[in-house]
């Protein structure tokens, strides 16, 4: 378990030492946050600093770091070096970035905030984007829930009514109508923070079994350092979008200026933003850990997690929790599965109905214009759940794209930080790598995935995929992440000599 350790270790170290770095480099000061300034009691509203930790947390969190990781740990504890190195590097880094630009910004949705830096043209798609992407997270973060407690009636022995998905999914809708619309403290600033601590004690509560537990050995790096992934399925660059929440996520550039519209000094970003992070990435190493411990490894394969997770994922998070903390764990289990995901549906929702606010500007601080975009956002998010509860829509497939998406967003946001430093005059490296990095990981990704390029160019025998075309994916991924270096250091020397005319 020594490779474990020194991973947490190196979070916990990163936290305190680049996160400080990271915080140094953007500069907080004493200036009045938007909170305080504009504090309409509805979006900005100042909460304490131990809230708006544990309310990102949440936001970004969910049941993100977990279904990830266990997905992730099928390539082995390879996995670890992701989650740790991407948290401090890349994924604090992101949420940092996207919490304190849009602070900066009068708490300006992302969308806003990236086409500040990246131009009208980025501006517009990311509205575009933004809103499309956050409703599918709202309607399949009421959809599952939904499906689950179903299944929680159904083993209770309970029937009628309270086994269909519909009835739940209709009191799911109406309860994110009631969050998305009123005061942010008023539910998600109250109840939140109690969830939040739930995910972290089911977190250790994994961990402390796992390690009380003889029969539970977590497999060392070195000792199994390549592919364990029972299909075969390549780690580049697989793993990196598959683990998004624990790692770094698109999905966090759409949370932060919630809380971003809620903080009363500057100096609170790094607790609040890199922190909350780095928290999820502890989150994710330890789920990762236990999808490695906990399950046989065949061949050098991990075909006891493989055939776990196949039951589907909540279950998967049950037999884990079951096993390490008994009936406890159970108990967390039903709570983590059915209010974790509500929690980030909600806010998904709410992202949303800011998103378009800030591109129609309109202001929230009235009833009647907050009724006019909560009932539209609110109106297709019912309509896609209850078409697909009923059987009538199934966006399974557009639902597949949506870790690309999801990574290519992030690789947005960090090139609009990068743009943000260099015009700041700061050292925008700490943002331009990451957004190299994960450049190339979108780019290659998007070209070998079978459900977009790879159906094209991976090797197929009766239907089914037999080898992956790593030989042109690769190059192509490589030959993109330099061009977009080489388009944004073309971007500031443009800049640059249009100062000096």
């Keep these: 378990m020594i ?36 504090n309409d009691g509805v979006d900005y509203v100042v909460m304490p600093q131990w809230k708006l930790f544990l309310v990102q947390l949440l936001n970004i969190a969910g049941l993100g770091p977990i279904f990830g990781a266990l997905q992730g740990a099928l390539w082995g504890p390879v996995v670890f070096l992701w989650i740790t190195f991407g948290t401090i590097f890349a994924g604090g880094v992101h949420d940092y970035f996207s919490g304190m630009m849009s602070e900066r910004n009068d708490g300006a949705s992302i969308a ?10 980025m501006q517009n798609i990311m509205r575009v984007f933004s809103v499309v992407l956050l409703i599918m997270v709202g309607t399949v973060f009421a959809v599952g829930p939904a499906g ?19 009835f739940w999914l209709i009191i799911i809708l109406v309860y994110y ?52 992934h029972p299909s075969g399925t390549p780690i580049w660059s697989f793993m990196f979008i598959t683990v998004a929440c624990g790692a770094i996520s698109g999905f966090h550039s759409t949370q932060s200026p919630l809380m971003a519209r809620c903080m009363k000094s500057e100096k609170q970003g790094h607790f609040v933003f890199y922190g909350a992070m780095v928290c999820e990435g502890v989150i994710a190493l330890i789920w990762a850990a236990a999808g490695c411990a ?18 589907g994922q909540s279950a998967a998070i049950y037999d884990v929790c079951a096993k390490t903390m008994g009936g406890v764990g159970i108990a967390l289990a039903m ?30 601080d009235s009833y009647a214009n907050r009724l006019k975009l909560c009932i539209p956002v609110l109106g297709v998010g019912a309509f896609l759940g209850i078409g697909n509860a009923m059987g009538f829509i199934n966006y399974t497939v557009i639902w597949r794209y949506f870790s690309w998406t999801n990574q290519t967003l992030a690789m947005i946001v960090l090139w609009a930080a990068s ?29 070998l995935a079978p459900e ?50």
């Design 148 to 166: 689950l407690i179903v299944t929680l009636c159904k083993n209770s022995g309970m029937s009628g009514l309270l086994t269909t998905t519909l």
């Design 294 to 311: 906990l399950y046989t490894i065949t061949d050098g394969k991990m075909a006891g997690l493989a055939e776990a997770l196949a039951a």
């Design 419 to 447: 743009m943000y430093l260099f015009k700041e005059k700061k050292n925008y490296w700490i943002t331009a790598v990451p957004a190299t990095f994960m450049s190339a990981v979108s780019c290659t990704y998007f070209v």
């Design 452 to 501: 977009c390029l790879g159906k094209m160019i991976n090797t197929y025998a009766d239907g089914k995929l037999v080898a992956y075309n790593t030989a042109v994916a690769y190059p192509i991924g490589i030959i993109f992440a330099i061009a977009m270096l080489a388009l944004f250091i073309h971007a500031t020397k443009k800049h640059t000599a249009s100062q000096k005319a």
């Design 177 to 228: 109508f009631i969050a998305t619309f009123i005061s942010i403290d008023a539910i998600i600033g109250k109840i939140y923070p109690v969830f939040g601590i739930c995910l972290i004690i089911m977190a250790v509560g994994v961990i402390f079994g796992i390690f009380t537990n003889p029969a539970y050995t977590i497999p060392e790096i070195w000792a199994n350092f390549g592919n364990m």
């Design 112 to 121: 806003e905030v990236t086409g500040r830096y990246l131009g009208p043209v």
């Design 3 to 38: 490779s474990f350790l020194l991973c947490l270790a190196l979070l916990i170290i990163g936290y305190f030492v680049y996160g400080k770095i990271v915080d140094n480099t953007f500069g907080p000061d004493d200036r009045e946050t938007p909170a305080v300034r504009i």
């Design 335 to 364: 709570i983590g599965v059915v209010i974790c995901p509500v929690t980030s549906g909600d806010t998904a929702f709410r992202s949303a109905r800011l998103t378009l606010a800030d591109w129609l500007k309109i202001d929230q």
